[in-house]
Protein backbone atom coordinates (compact mmCIF):
# COMPACT_ATOMS: atom_id res chain seq x y z
CA UNK A 1 0.00 0.00 0.00
CA UNK A 2 3.35 2.34 0.42
CA UNK A 3 3.69 2.36 -3.31
CA UNK A 4 0.01 3.31 -3.90
CA UNK A 5 0.05 6.07 -1.52
CA UNK A 6 3.53 7.61 -3.00
CA UNK A 7 2.17 6.94 -6.27
CA UNK A 8 -1.28 9.38 -4.96
CA UNK A 9 1.78 11.73 -3.17
CA UNK A 10 3.43 11.87 -6.94
CA UNK A 11 -0.44 12.77 -8.79
CA UNK A 12 -0.98 15.59 -6.13
CA UNK A 13 2.03 16.91 -6.56
CA UNK A 14 2.07 16.94 -10.98
CA UNK A 15 -0.98 18.41 -10.84
CA UNK A 16 0.04 21.24 -8.01
CA UNK A 17 3.15 22.06 -10.68
CA UNK A 18 0.08 23.36 -13.41
CA UNK A 19 0.14 26.85 -11.65
CA UNK A 20 -1.12 29.13 -14.64
CA UNK A 21 -3.43 26.37 -15.77
CA UNK A 22 -5.02 25.92 -12.12
CA UNK A 23 -5.73 29.56 -12.03
CA UNK A 24 -7.38 29.68 -15.46
CA UNK A 25 -9.16 26.79 -14.18
CA UNK A 26 -10.23 28.67 -10.81
CA UNK A 27 -11.47 31.69 -13.35
CA UNK A 28 -13.13 29.24 -15.87
CA UNK A 29 -15.01 28.44 -13.25
CA UNK A 30 -15.94 31.27 -10.91
CA UNK A 31 -17.11 32.57 -14.09
CA UNK A 32 -19.10 30.28 -14.97
CA UNK A 33 -20.68 29.70 -12.01
CA UNK A 34 -21.96 33.69 -11.86
CA UNK A 35 -23.71 32.71 -15.50
CA UNK A 36 -25.41 29.63 -14.10
CA UNK A 37 -26.11 31.38 -10.90
CA UNK A 38 -28.00 34.04 -12.37
CA UNK A 39 -29.47 31.45 -14.81
CA UNK A 40 -30.65 29.39 -11.77
CA UNK A 41 -32.02 32.55 -10.10
CA UNK A 42 -34.31 33.05 -13.30
CA UNK A 43 -35.81 29.59 -13.13
CA UNK A 44 -36.24 29.04 -9.47
CA UNK A 45 -37.99 33.15 -9.23
CA UNK A 46 -40.55 31.14 -11.62
CA UNK A 47 -40.71 27.93 -10.16
CA UNK A 48 -39.40 28.31 -6.43
CA UNK A 49 -39.51 24.64 -4.95
CA UNK A 50 -38.34 23.48 -8.33
CA UNK A 51 -36.85 19.52 -8.20
CA UNK A 52 -37.55 20.14 -3.75
CA UNK A 53 -34.73 22.68 -3.91
CA UNK A 54 -35.35 26.14 -2.52
CA UNK A 55 -33.13 29.20 -4.22
CA UNK A 56 -30.54 29.10 -1.46
CA UNK A 57 -30.35 25.24 -2.25
CA UNK A 58 -30.44 25.35 -6.16
CA UNK A 59 -27.70 28.33 -5.54
CA UNK A 60 -24.97 26.16 -3.73
CA UNK A 61 -26.18 23.28 -5.87
CA UNK A 62 -24.73 25.40 -8.93
CA UNK A 63 -21.33 26.40 -6.82
CA UNK A 64 -20.40 23.35 -5.33
CA UNK A 65 -20.64 22.11 -8.66
CA UNK A 66 -18.16 24.20 -9.60
CA UNK A 67 -16.11 23.65 -7.30
CA UNK A 68 -16.66 19.50 -7.88
CA UNK A 69 -16.18 19.86 -11.69
CA UNK A 70 -12.67 19.34 -12.10
CA UNK A 71 -11.93 16.65 -9.10
CA UNK A 72 -14.50 14.31 -10.57
CA UNK A 73 -13.63 14.69 -14.28
CA UNK A 74 -16.66 15.43 -14.85
CA UNK A 75 -15.71 17.36 -18.43
CA UNK A 76 -12.61 14.65 -18.82
CA UNK A 77 -8.86 16.03 -18.33
CA UNK A 78 -7.69 12.94 -16.54
CA UNK A 79 -5.89 9.78 -16.42
CA UNK A 80 -7.96 8.43 -19.77
CA UNK A 81 -6.43 10.17 -22.46
CA UNK A 82 -2.75 9.58 -21.38
CA UNK A 83 -3.95 5.32 -20.55
CA UNK A 84 -5.50 5.45 -24.20
CA UNK A 85 -2.29 6.81 -25.47
CA UNK A 86 -0.03 4.32 -23.95
CA UNK A 87 -2.52 1.01 -25.16
CA UNK A 88 -2.39 2.72 -28.36
CA UNK A 89 1.24 2.79 -28.97
CA UNK A 90 2.56 -0.08 -27.01
CA UNK A 91 3.72 1.71 -24.09
CA UNK A 92 0.47 -0.42 -21.73
CA UNK A 93 3.48 -3.66 -22.10
CA UNK A 94 5.96 -1.78 -20.16
CA UNK A 95 3.00 -0.99 -17.54
CA UNK A 96 2.10 -4.75 -17.10
CA UNK A 97 5.31 -6.06 -16.24
CA UNK A 98 5.16 -3.60 -13.22
CA UNK A 99 5.41 -5.29 -10.28
CA UNK A 100 2.18 -3.10 -9.40
CA UNK A 101 -1.59 -3.51 -10.19
CA UNK A 102 -2.40 -1.64 -13.37
CA UNK A 103 -6.18 -0.51 -12.09
CA UNK A 104 -4.47 0.30 -8.81
CA UNK A 105 -1.91 2.56 -9.84
CA UNK A 106 -4.31 4.67 -11.85
CA UNK A 107 -6.87 4.48 -9.02
CA UNK A 108 -3.98 6.02 -7.16
CA UNK A 109 -3.12 8.75 -9.90
CA UNK A 110 -6.23 10.26 -10.05
CA UNK A 111 -7.09 10.43 -6.53
CA UNK A 112 -4.01 12.09 -5.86
CA UNK A 113 -4.82 14.89 -9.11
CA UNK A 114 -8.79 14.87 -7.50
CA UNK A 115 -7.40 15.44 -4.46
CA UNK A 116 -5.03 19.03 -5.56
CA UNK A 117 -7.88 19.77 -7.89
CA UNK A 118 -10.72 20.03 -4.95
CA UNK A 119 -8.17 22.24 -3.12
CA UNK A 120 -6.62 24.28 -5.98
CA UNK A 121 -9.59 24.44 -7.82
CA UNK A 122 -12.73 23.96 -5.41
CA UNK A 123 -11.83 26.44 -2.47
CA UNK A 124 -12.05 29.64 -4.97
CA UNK A 125 -15.10 29.04 -6.52
CA UNK A 126 -17.03 28.13 -3.61
CA UNK A 127 -15.97 31.40 -1.64
CA UNK A 128 -17.08 33.24 -4.38
CA UNK A 129 -20.13 32.17 -4.51
CA UNK A 130 -20.47 31.77 -0.68
CA UNK A 131 -19.53 35.87 -1.05
CA UNK A 132 -22.05 36.98 -3.71
CA UNK A 133 -24.68 34.76 -2.82
CA UNK A 134 -27.01 33.32 -0.15
CA UNK A 135 -25.98 29.57 -0.11
CA UNK A 136 -26.87 26.97 2.10
CA UNK A 137 -23.97 25.79 3.67
CA UNK A 138 -24.06 23.82 6.54
CA UNK A 139 -22.02 24.42 9.44
CA UNK A 140 -21.80 20.99 11.05
CA UNK A 141 -18.15 19.83 11.23
CA UNK A 142 -19.44 16.67 11.12
CA UNK A 143 -21.63 17.45 7.57
CA UNK A 144 -18.94 18.04 5.97
CA UNK A 145 -16.89 15.49 6.88
CA UNK A 146 -19.81 13.41 5.99
CA UNK A 147 -19.27 15.47 1.95
CA UNK A 148 -15.69 14.58 2.03
CA UNK A 149 -16.09 10.75 2.13
CA UNK A 150 -19.25 11.44 -0.23
CA UNK A 151 -16.66 13.42 -2.67
CA UNK A 152 -14.04 10.51 -2.32
CA UNK A 153 -16.93 7.52 -3.44
CA UNK A 154 -17.66 9.80 -6.04
CA UNK A 155 -14.22 10.09 -7.54
CA UNK A 156 -13.83 6.47 -7.33
CA UNK A 157 -17.19 5.64 -9.44
CA UNK A 158 -15.81 8.66 -11.86
CA UNK A 159 -12.28 7.04 -12.14
CA UNK A 160 -14.13 3.49 -12.48
CA UNK A 161 -16.45 4.73 -15.55
CA UNK A 162 -13.81 6.51 -17.15
CA UNK A 163 -11.30 3.26 -16.40
CA UNK A 164 -13.65 1.43 -18.78
CA UNK A 165 -14.08 3.90 -21.18
CA UNK A 166 -10.08 3.95 -21.72
CA UNK A 167 -9.96 0.31 -21.64
CA UNK A 168 -11.98 0.65 -25.29
CA UNK A 169 -8.50 2.02 -26.87
CA UNK A 170 -7.79 -2.45 -26.79
CA UNK A 171 -10.20 -2.85 -29.41
CA UNK A 172 -10.31 0.73 -31.21
CA UNK A 173 -7.58 2.55 -33.70
CA UNK A 174 -9.18 5.78 -31.94
CA UNK A 175 -10.92 6.17 -28.74
CA UNK A 176 -12.01 9.49 -28.72
CA UNK A 177 -15.41 9.38 -29.49
CA UNK A 178 -16.10 6.44 -26.83
CA UNK A 179 -14.51 9.23 -24.14
CA UNK A 180 -16.46 12.12 -25.27
CA UNK A 181 -19.69 10.28 -25.33
CA UNK A 182 -19.26 9.12 -22.13
CA UNK A 183 -17.94 13.35 -20.88
CA UNK A 184 -21.55 13.71 -22.43
CA UNK A 185 -23.49 11.07 -20.51
CA UNK A 186 -21.63 12.09 -17.58
CA UNK A 187 -22.24 15.71 -17.22
CA UNK A 188 -26.24 15.32 -18.24
CA UNK A 189 -26.81 12.44 -15.86
CA UNK A 190 -24.61 13.48 -12.93
CA UNK A 191 -27.03 16.58 -12.13
CA UNK A 192 -24.27 19.10 -12.89
CA UNK A 193 -26.76 20.73 -15.22
CA UNK A 194 -29.73 20.02 -13.73
CA UNK A 195 -30.53 18.39 -10.25
CA UNK A 196 -31.71 15.32 -11.26
CA UNK A 197 -35.00 15.52 -9.20
CA UNK A 198 -36.03 17.92 -11.99
CA UNK A 199 -36.61 15.54 -14.02
CA UNK A 200 -39.95 13.96 -14.34
CA UNK A 201 -41.67 10.64 -13.74
CA UNK A 202 -39.81 7.14 -14.84
CA UNK A 203 -36.72 9.17 -16.69
CA UNK A 204 -35.81 10.83 -13.19
CA UNK A 205 -36.27 7.79 -11.34
CA UNK A 206 -33.91 5.60 -13.78
CA UNK A 207 -31.43 8.90 -13.96
CA UNK A 208 -30.89 8.59 -10.34
CA UNK A 209 -30.54 4.80 -10.03
CA UNK A 210 -27.64 5.44 -12.79
CA UNK A 211 -23.77 5.36 -11.35
CA UNK A 212 -23.16 9.25 -12.98
CA UNK A 213 -25.70 10.40 -10.02
CA UNK A 214 -23.18 9.13 -7.68
CA UNK A 215 -20.49 11.69 -8.91
CA UNK A 216 -22.29 14.46 -8.36
CA UNK A 217 -25.98 14.55 -7.42
CA UNK A 218 -25.71 12.35 -4.21
CA UNK A 219 -22.16 14.19 -2.81
CA UNK A 220 -24.44 17.42 -2.81
CA UNK A 221 -27.07 16.32 -1.53
CA UNK A 222 -25.24 15.02 1.39
CA UNK A 223 -23.85 18.84 1.80
CA UNK A 224 -27.22 19.95 1.18
CA UNK A 225 -28.48 17.19 4.20
CA UNK A 226 -30.86 15.92 2.19
CA UNK A 227 -30.36 12.52 3.52
CA UNK A 228 -30.61 11.69 7.20
CA UNK A 229 -29.94 8.60 9.18
CA UNK A 230 -30.98 5.09 7.14
CA UNK A 231 -30.98 7.51 3.90
CA UNK A 232 -27.76 8.73 4.49
CA UNK A 233 -26.61 5.08 5.08
CA UNK A 234 -28.07 4.18 2.00
CA UNK A 235 -27.10 7.33 -0.63
CA UNK A 236 -23.08 6.28 0.69
CA UNK A 237 -24.21 3.08 -0.19
CA UNK A 238 -25.45 3.84 -3.45
CA UNK A 239 -21.79 5.37 -4.32
CA UNK A 240 -19.86 2.41 -2.71
CA UNK A 241 -22.18 -0.26 -4.31
CA UNK A 242 -21.33 1.41 -7.92
CA UNK A 243 -17.62 1.60 -7.25
CA UNK A 244 -17.39 -1.57 -6.24
CA UNK A 245 -19.63 -3.28 -9.25
CA UNK A 246 -17.89 -1.00 -12.00
CA UNK A 247 -14.30 -1.64 -10.29
CA UNK A 248 -15.14 -5.16 -10.96
CA UNK A 249 -16.26 -4.80 -14.14
CA UNK A 250 -13.28 -2.64 -14.93
CA UNK A 251 -10.85 -5.59 -13.42
CA UNK A 252 -12.76 -8.07 -15.70
CA UNK A 253 -12.37 -5.99 -18.82
CA UNK A 254 -8.42 -5.61 -18.49
CA UNK A 255 -7.98 -9.02 -18.09
CA UNK A 256 -10.13 -9.88 -21.04
CA UNK A 257 -8.04 -7.15 -22.91
CA UNK A 258 -4.61 -8.04 -21.78
CA UNK A 259 -4.76 -12.06 -22.12
CA UNK A 260 -3.99 -11.22 -25.81
CA UNK A 261 -3.43 -7.85 -26.29
CA UNK A 262 -2.46 -6.64 -29.78
CA UNK A 263 -0.08 -3.59 -29.77
CA UNK A 264 -1.39 -1.28 -32.36
CA UNK A 265 0.78 -0.32 -34.79
CA UNK A 266 3.26 -2.61 -35.10
Known sequence: ???????????????????????????????????????????????????????????????????????VSLMGGGFEQELQERIRNGDIAVDLYRPADLQLWWLSADLGRAGFQLLGRGVVPLAAGALCFELTLPTAPLRWLLFLCAVTLAVVVGFALRYLMALGAFWLLDNAGVLMVGQLLSLFFSGMLLPLTVFPGTFGDVAQALPWAAVFQVPVDVLLGRYAGTGLAGALGFQAGWAALLLALGRLTQARATRKAVVQGG
Open 1 to 71: MRLYAAVAVSGFRRHATYRVATAAGVFTNTVFGFILAYTFIALWDERPHLGGYDQGQALTFVWVGQALLAA
